[in-house]
């Protein structure tokens, strides 16, 4: 992913909190935004994911799992159509239309090597963590005759440490994401197993 440092750590407008989009919105402007079928996906996956773990281990309501899972559905929204200008649309985007502040600046937070800004909240740190690893283990799925279906967290380790797999999936950045967060790489990878496979097409 290039760097595009975004020049900036404050996103939105805090009066504007609480104001979020449905997710039929979002998935309308992914339709007009991102042509490509597999990015879309991976962009569903990761929403769902958020959402997941929103609910589940941050004992989130209703309006908080939305956030997540909005920031995880729109994340890339701008990648296709503005790779140069990656972010910065779609954050100047949900500025125009008085988006929650959250959600702006976790989508800003999803590369921080990239777009300079650091993941601070538990919404910005596991986005960070999804994103890379939600798509390496999709493109694993993909090369399995099942799928999803019986893969275990020993193949995907494995195939971390297989540079010419999925070369473009950075594993500086998978290693730094988890870093910051209180869960190992097993573990991750056996969450993301576990709940992205309901989200596979």
């Not at 020049?7 to 007009?32: P, Q």
């Not at 702006?104 to 777009?115: K, L, T």
């Amino acid at each position: 992913m290039p760097t595009h440092h975004l020049g900036r750590t404050s996103f939105g407008d805090v009066k504007n909190t609480g104001n979020l989009i449905t997710i039929e919105e979002a998935e309308n402007l992914l339709i007009d935004w991102v042509p490509n079928d597999r990015l879309r996906l991976h962009m569903k996956q990761v929403a769902s994911l958020m959402r997941s773990w929103a609910i589940e281990k941050e004992n989130a309501d209703h309006q908080t799992a939305l956030k997540w899972e909005l920031a995880g559905l729109l994340h890339d929204a701008d990648w296709e159509k503005y790779p140069d200008d990656h972010c910065r649309i779609i954050i100047e985007e949900l500025e125009k239309r008085n988006i929650d502040p959250e959600i702006i600046r976790c989508i800003a937070s999803h590369g921080p090597r990239y777009f300079g800004v650091e993941p601070e909240s538990s919404m910005e740190k596991m986005i960070y963590a999804f994103d890379e690893l939600s798509g390496f283990v999709h493109a694993a799925a993909l090369i399995r005759p099942t799928k999803y279906e019986g893969m275990d967290v020993k193949s995907i380790t494995k195939k971390l440490k297989t540079p010419s797999f999925a070369a473009q999936v950075s594993r500086d950045d998978i290693n730094d994401a988890v870093s910051r967060i209180d869960l190992s790489l097993e573990q991750l990878v056996e969450y993301i197993i576990e709940h992205q496979k309901t989200v596979a097409n």
